[in-house]
């Protein structure tokens, strides 16, 4: 897990740091992890470290402190640094130490977009977790820099490290280097899509509360995803049971089906009319068709409002309070009472519908529309995108970021309904929201490994289930 906290634990830890060590030490650390990454930078981009132009953007606050003792740093392993200050202070003894060094530090002036563009890196020390709104008026167009590698000291400059809403201008980075803990930007959409890279240096903070935020890592989905045991059998594995697809959807029966078929599940069964049982039972000879004892459900994918039977068959599943999967077609009628074993699953235009809000809301903070939707409903809330968002029980947040561009394909959410049936199933006494991220890291890394760089379908990535698992970094020992 990455963990991010909000600013304030920050800087309550930061205190408390501080105070048992000399004046000082953490802006060190912190410069000296930049440095390395700089110059690790410099040399995978350009070949070479000395020699090389850096441009160094330096605020009023210990941001621009930490960028201009990184500059002093790289000026000593030969880079040609120039700082730019960007406000009408500076942090002092930063700014004497980076002189000394050779660093050639002036006031930023207008069109100096120019001279970060000609760089080969540029750090952003314009401001940090003190800072938020957006690049102020003077330093708007670096919004819209080409050229030079971009690695941010802490936060991208105009985030608000506090949250995924983004509220103006930003300078988007390659890579960030933050220190101690992540910041919830980090993890968060949208503001996460301009971190870059995420590197989280170790400058020695300690007594952290409970994460705001925590991002699955695909390493932890190979501790966590259930593996028979010699006494298993088809019941202790999971039985899923499957409501989807109707008359005229059959696709999402097959894809749903599939996939929990192919993520572990013990048994399946599927529930539904004639003709996607058919192919279903063509598909995949091990599914059983009709009702029967089940573990957790997968609710909706393929299922019409307007099907009264396969409504009637979702109602019934919600009723008797087994872990469910709730997608698509039954997200549109739910009960007043649902707990947080109960996985909604929209994505940004069905949350919107949800809420009775517009989809441009939903994706200007996604976090806060789940958790409202949490808040209304007691479910357990996926918010599916490119980051997928997770609140569960208790306000936990969890966010998973493992998925290819590719995978906004059609029939995607009807495999991911299916892998998070089967790790429902086979993991009933874990938190359902941990379940839930696991199981769209799983499903991202399966897209990853299905596509390869290039177009996938939907049919692939339940396919690749299997072989996504076994290749998980940590799953038997794999590095
Ligand atoms: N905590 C830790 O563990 C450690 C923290 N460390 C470092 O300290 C950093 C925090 O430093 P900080 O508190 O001095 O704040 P910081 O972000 O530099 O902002 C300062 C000033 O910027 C201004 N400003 C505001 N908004 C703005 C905007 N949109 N655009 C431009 N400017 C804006 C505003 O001043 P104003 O211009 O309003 O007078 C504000 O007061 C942290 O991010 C990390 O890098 C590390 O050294 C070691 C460990
Ligand atoms: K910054």
Request: aromatic content about 2%; glycine content about 12%; charged content about 20%.
């Amino acid at each position: 897990m990455i963990v991010a906290h909000r600013v304030e634990d920050v800087r309550a830890a930061e205190r408390a740091a501080l105070a048992a060590l000399p004046a000082g030490t953490l802006m060190d650390r912190a410069a000296a992890a930049l440095d390395v990454v700089c110059a690790d930078v410099l040399r995978e981009s350009t070949g070479a470290v000395a020699g090389r132009r850096a441009v160094v953007l330096a605020g009023a606050g210990d941001n621009g402190g930490d960028a201009l003792l990184t500059a002093a740093r790289l000026a000593r392993r030969g880079v040609a640094v120039t700082a730019l200050l960007t406000a009408d202070r500076a942090h002092a003894p930063a700014l004497a130490t980076a002189r000394r060094a050779g660093v050639r530090a002036r006031a930023w002036r207008a069109g100096d977009e120019s001279t970060c563009a000609a760089a080969d890196l540029l750090l952003d020390g314009i401001v940090g977790i003190g800072g938020g709104g957006g690049l102020r008026p003077a330093h708007e167009g670096l919004s819209a820099l080409d050229g030079p590698v971009v690695v941010a000291v802490d936060v991208p400059s105009g985030l608000d490290a506090d949250t995924g809403a983004v509220t103006g201008e930003v300078l988007a980075a390659d890579l960030t280097v933050t220190f101690g803990t992540a910041r919830p930007a980090h993890l968060l959409a949208p503001a996460a899509g301009f971190c870059g890279r995420l590197l989280v240096a170790d400058i020695g903070l300690a007594d952290l509360p409970a994460p705001a935020v925590e991002r699955v890592e695909p390493r932890d989905v190979a501790g966590r995803w259930r593996r028979p045991g010699p006494a298993d059998d088809k019941y202790s594995r999971g039985v899923v049971g499957v409501v989807a697809g109707g008359p005229d959807y059959t696709g999402a029966a097959v894809l749903a089906v599939e996939a929990a078929v192919r993520a572990g599940a013990g048994m399946v069964r599927y529930l539904g009319p004639g003709h996607p049982t058919e192919l279903v039972r063509h598909r995949r000879p091990e599914v059983v068709a009709g009702p029967g004892r089940v573990q957790a459900w997968v609710l909706g994918p393929g299922v019409s409002p307007e099907d009264p039977e396969q409504q009637e068959r979702v109602r019934a599943a919600l009723a008797s309070g087994e872990p469910a999967v709730v997608d698509a077609g039954a997200l549109a009628a739910l009960p007043g009472t649902l707990g947080p074993q109960h996985v909604l699953t929209p994505h940004a235009g069905e949350l919107a519908r949800l809420l009775g809000v517009e989809r441009a809301a939903v994706e200007a903070d996604p976090l806060a529309a789940a958790r409202r939707a949490h808040e209304r409903t007691g479910a357990t809330v996926l918010l599916k995108g490119s980051v997928t968002t997770v609140v569960g029980g208790g306000g936990r947040v969890l966010t998973a970021a493992s998925a290819p561009d590719w995978l906004a394909t059609a029939g995607a959410g009807d495999v991911l309904a299916g892998v998070l049936g089967a790790a429902l199933a086979a993991r009933p006494d874990e938190d359902p929201a941990v379940v839930a991220a696991d199981a769209a890291v799983l499903h991202g890394w399966a897209a990853t490994l299905a596509s390869a760089g290039g177009p996938i379908a939907a049919l692939d990535v339940a396919e690749a289930v299997p072989a996504a698992l076994t290749s998980l970094p940590g799953w038997d020992g794999r590095p």
